[in-house]
């Protein structure tokens, strides 16, 4: 109940300023947020419990026939966003206060988020 409150809440306090679209989507980026927020608490082992038995290893939540698809969108989401830490390194700006992860370092964690992600969309099947 609690998400879905949230993701009204959100939508009615954003929707005259930003429009019906982008107080959707950041309406449901906070409900996805605070709802995958729970599986990491206390309640994780309740959560577990309720995952049906059909699905391999429910304390990893992943289904194995979604991995290479899943992986191929999140080397391109990588690959799209990089832009963003080159301009936040060049130009000094600050994330929450803190300076952004200089360009080298950035690069080379990027890197390796990205081949994380080709590997498994090469070694899974589907």
Request: hydrophobic share 60%; net charge positive; charged share 10%.
């Amino acid at each position: 109940m609690v998400p879905l409150v949230l993701l009204v809440v959100l939508f009615l306090l954003l929707v005259v300023p930003f429009g019906s679209q982008t107080a959707l989507r950041v309406s449901l980026a906070g409900m996805f947020f605070l709802t995958a927020s729970a599986h990491w608490g206390k309640r994780r082992a309740d959560l577990i419990r309720i995952v049906p038995n059909g699905l391999p290893r429910p304390d990893l939540l992943l289904v194995p026939p979604l991995a290479r698809p899943a992986a191929i969108g999140l080397a391109f989401l990588l690959l799209a966003v990089f832009p963003a830490n080159v301009r936040a390194a060049r130009e000094g700006i600050t994330i929450g206060g803190k300076p952004a992860t200089p360009l080298v370092a950035r690069s080379l964690i990027q890197g390796i988020f990205l081949i994380a992600t080709v590997v498994v969309a090469i070694g899974s099947s589907g």
